[in-house]
Every structure is written in structure tokens, then in C-alpha cells.
């Protein structure tokens, strides 16, 4: 085998462990993903998925690095020159969209509370590494700097609009019957009432 056909190969094989892993874990949880698993549900053996991850958590680490990364990308950046109230409506439909792309996947990993997955998504409590949110505070500073929000704590006014966006997503993909234009309607209600809040 080629060492471009081989790359590939190995590629094609550790996208399938964490497509599998993805999926074990929209479907049972977080707590259910194993090696063992992995294992069974691909066919092959242990040592293969080893070549590839040193440990359940590396692979667990992967998922949830693929979709924060999923999720950074739906987000604009500070200095993409919309204006704070726009950014932030912007950051909450490119959230919620990002989220609702793989729902039972988010949901599994948002509501599950080991200290591994809360490394990645703990927003109320330490905030080192987490670029969405530090956007979203430099947004609303850059409101307040310009005149168009009341000042505030901008931390814990980030963390209260993050809050109350997950309060909804979660209800939208726990009642999944809900229609795309009810879905519409009630997130840019949400955002109206958090900007509104913002305001001077």
C-alpha cells in the first residue's frame, strides 16, 4: 500500500471510531462510550482502536474538541465589524443552528456532569479557555464602550445570556415536534428580550 493510500486509510478508520463514538454517545450517553463498545460495533479489535487513541477519554476529548470547534465556527469573531447587538443576535442563531445539527449529541454532552466533559463545557464557574465565551464578553464590552448597553458585569451578564440560549435549545431538542417557523419565532423573541435587557 501507498504511503498516500495508507494516509488515507488510517484517516477513513479513525473518523469511523469517532463517528461510532458520536454516535454511542447521542444515543446512550456519555457514560456508555468504551472501548469495548467501539470494539463491537466496528468489528474489529481492541489494538486497532489503540494505533489510533491512547484511551476512551482521548477519544471522548476528540468529540468534544470536533464540536466545540463545530459550534466556534457558527459564531462571528469580534472583529467581524457587525455591530454588537447584530454580533450577538449573529452568535445565538449561529449557536442554537450549530446545536440543533446534532441534537442528541449536544444534549448527551451539555447534561453530563464528569469533570472530563465539564473541562469543555462549564461556563458558571472557571472561563480559561473558552474563546465563544470570551467573544461574547468582549462583544458586550464593546456595546457598553460604544454607547449602545448599559454597563454591567460582563461576565456574569455572558453567563446569563448563555444560560438562558441553552434553557431553550435543550427545550427545543427535548421537544423535537416543534415547527421551524415556532422555532424561529421563539429565538429571535429570546434575543429580542436579551437585547432589550442590554440596552441603554
Same mark, same amino acid.
Given at each position: %500500500? ?7 486509510h ?46 476512551? =477519554? ?15 465556527? @457558527?459564531i ?6 457587525? @455591530?454588537?447587538d ?11 443552528e ?11 454532552? %451539555? ?6 466533559v465539564l473541562?469543555f ?19 458586550? =464590552? ?12 460582563t ?12 434553557g431553550l435549545?435543550?427545550?427545543l431538542?427535548? =421537544? ?7 422555532r ?17
Amino acid at each position: %500500500m501507498s504511503r498516500t493510500r495508507q494516509e488515507k486509510h488510517s484517516e477513513e478508520v479513525r473518523s469511523r471510531i469517532l463517528d461510532i463514538s458520536k454516535r454511542i454517545i447521542s444515543e446512550e450517553g456519555v457514560a456508555a462510550l468504551s472501548i469495548r463498545r467501539i470494539t463491537k460495533e466496528m468489528d474489529y479489535s481492541a489494538g486497532i482502536v489503540y494505533h489510533y487513541f491512547k484511551s476512551k =477519554e482521548e477519544i471522548l476529548s476528540c468529540v468534544l474538541r470536533e464540536g466545540y470547534q463545530r459550534i466556534l465556527r @457558527a459564531i462571528p469573531r469580534p472583529d467581524s465589524g457587525l @455591530a454588537p447587538d447584530e454580533a450577538i443576535r449573529a452568535a445565538i442563531k449561529g449557536y442554537i443552528e450549530a446545536a440543533l445539527s446534532c441534537p442528541f449529541e449536544y444534549k448527551a454532552v %451539555m447534561l453530563d456532569s464528569s469533570p472530563q466533559v465539564l473541562a469543555f463545557t462549564s461556563v458558571l464557574g472557571s472561563l480559561e479557555n473558552r474563546p465563544a465565551f470570551s467573544a461574547l464578553v468582549s462583544t458586550l =464590552e464593546a456595546g457598553i464602550s460604544g454607547g449602545l448597553f448599559s454597563p454591567c458585569d460582563t461576565t456574569l451578564t455572558a453567563q446569563a445570556i448563555w444560560s438562558a440560549m441553552f434553557g431553550l435549545l435543550i427545550r427545543l431538542i427535548i =421537544e423535537g415536534n416543534v415547527t421551524p417557523e415556532r422555532r424561529s419565532s421563539l429565538i429571535d423573541r429570546q434575543i429580542e428580550i436579551i437585547l432589550k435587557g442590554l440596552r441603554l
